[in-house]
């Protein structure tokens, strides 16, 4: 008699659940059915018995102790029945019994759509209307999927179960399993008169405009959901969703940063000396700066409220403008005269060392973090 552990190929302390493991392993390998042959049923017979052996405690216990261990299928072990049943249909018990029928209808797919949007539209929002080239309810057979005047007929060969069922012979007996049935595909039901239109899908293909109010505060990336809005579902089931998929368009000015915008203001030498006061254009109207006297470059104005409106709020952010002095690289002599005297009045001291910033957009860059 061969050891059982040797037969299925596991250790003397191997746990249950290895045991149950190894078992289905071979049992698909080895079973009349899937291998037919006088070598493979020989071996089927040995891996059942060695299981239903194993699988019991008290059995296995004898076994490791020496005892008897010639008992045989429907004996103890009787759950070797029940594991091939799991192991070839599925689940044990009942498994004769036909299943219900296919729907036809069946939920459509989502779609993507991809939406550029200016800066000014995720300032304040936008209206869009979209077209989407997506599956539509057929208007001739208005999802039926049969032609006018017609209707489905009940399957002559399932007898509209959906089901076929077929006994399969095994060393335990006979067992009924149930597959769908080829000629109706599963529904129970043929179209012998399937709608030209649409071919009996219940659906075209067709474009349709869907409007959406795309909500301030959006960014590259972000994906808005639009239930119900995509595809209609086959024999005319409820529509998928629809995904819109931002895209923002960079600007020539203003550039974003969370809830705000930004901004470079150039200012002469002069300005930045004396100090003016200008007017800038901002996404939503003119904006009044004060530039004072004396400021410096990387310097940042703040306008408060002239930012972007966020997701899912009412504040919107705010205006950050940097500061950039621009020294003029060509001067008449008599303007460098005067440059030359205002440095002897103002007696300026010699250049000296400071830390290393590779540039403004540096220098501001540390200014919008603070």
Known sequence: MA????????????????????????ARQLHPDVNPGEDASERFKLVTHAYDVLSDPEQRQRYD?????????????????SDIFETFFGGGGGGGRAGRPRSRRERGQDALVRVDLTLGDVVFGVHRDIEVDTAVLCETCQGSCCQPGTQPVTCDICHGSGQIQRTVRSLLGNVVTSQPCTTCQGYGTTIPYPC????????????????????????????????????????????????????????????????????????????????????????????????????????VLTVRGRGITPLRGTQRGD???????????????????????????????????????PGLFAKLRDKFKR
């Open 3 to 26: 050891d059982h552990y040797e037969v299925l190929g596991v250790a003397r302390d191997a746990s249950p659940e290895e045991i149950k493991k190894a078992y289905r392993r071979l």
């Open 319 to 357: 205006l950050r403008v940097g500061v950039q002095v621009v020294t003029p690289s060509h001067l008449d002599p008599k303007s460098r005269a005067l440059i030359a005297d205002l440095a002897k009045r103002t007696k300026p001291g010699p250049p000296r060392l400071a830390e290393f910033h």
């Open 65 to 81: 102790m020496g005892g008897d261990s010639a008992a045989g299928f429907g004996g103890a072990g009787f759950g070797g029945f």
């Open 196 to 299: 030209s239109t649409c071919q009996g899908q219940g659906r075209v293909r067709s474009r349709r405009t869907v409007s959406i109010d795309i909500p301030a505060g959006v960014e590259s990336g972000l994906r808005l959901q639009l239930p119900g809005s995509g595809e209609v579902g086959p024999a005319g089931g409820p529509n998928g969703d629809l995904y819109l998929e931002v895209t923002v368009e960079p600007h020539d000015v203003f550039s974003r940063d969370g809830d705000d915008l930004l901004a470079t203001l150039e200012v002469s030498m002069v300005d930045a000396i004396l100090g003016t006061s200008t007017s800038i254009d901002s996404l939503d109207g003119p904006v009044d700066l004060d530039i004072r006297s004396g400021i410096q470059a990387g310097e």
